[in-house]
C-alpha cells in the first residue's frame, strides 16, 4: 500500500466509528471480561497472572464530532457519546475483574501522551506504554513471556495491512495468548490488483502480512500462445487474477 493511502485509512479510522467498530469493541468487551472472570475464580486458573496487550492501541478512545454541539445540550445523550466514544484500551482498563497488566503498545508519541493521561486515571491499574511500533514490540515482549506462569490476551486491530506474518508466528508459538486480529481484507484487496502483477513495494508487503510468496500462484495466471511467426515458440500474456 502506497504511504498516502496508509496516511488517508489511519486518519478515517481515527476520526470516526461505525456500527462496525462498536460491535467489534462490544464483543472484546464481553470477552474480556469474561476471560478474566475465569482467571479470578478458577482455581487451577488463578496459578497465572494474566496481561492485556493491545499493539495498536492509538489514544484509548475513538473521536466523533456525529454530534457536535448537541451534545452539551442533553446530558443523556452526552453520556451515551461518551461511551460511544471509548476505544479498546479504555474498554479493557474497566473491565472487572480487572487484568493484572496492561500493555499498551503505539508508534505516536502524540497518541501515547493521550494514553498516559488515561493510565493516570485508572486507579489500581498496572499500566506498561511502549513508544514503538507494533511488530518490533510484539516479537520483543513475546520473548519475555513465561508461558509457564502468564497468560495474555492480546489485540491486533491495525489500521492496514501492518502486521507481519512473523509477529503472528511468534505469538502462536507461545502457546500462552489468546489472539484477537482483525485481518486486513480491503487493503490486501486494494494491492492485489486485477490488470496486472502488484508492484515491487507492495508485493513485498503481501509477503510480509501473508509469510510466503505463495499468494501470486494462487491469485495470478498467465496463458501462452503459439507465435505466428514461429510454431515452437510460445507467447506469454498478461497476469490475471484468477
Known sequence: MGRVSEQKMATTQDEFGGTWTQQKLEALSKYLRAYTRIFTVN?????YSITYVDAFAGTGSLHSSELAGFANLIPDLEKNDEEFRKGSALRALEVEPPFGKYVFIEKSAKKCAELR????????RNVQIINDDANAAILRWC???NSRRERAVVFLDPFGAQVRWETIAALAKTRAVD???LFPYSAINRMLVRDRKPPIKWAELLDDVLGTHDWETAFYSTTSMPSLFDSAEQIEMGAEVS
Do not use: T
Open 43 to 47: 482455581p487451577r486458573a488463578q496459578f
Open 143 to 145: 520473548k519475555s513471556l
Open 117 to 124: 493521561k488515561i493510565a493516570a486515571g485508572a486507579s489500581g
Open 179 to 181: 489472539l484477537w486480529v
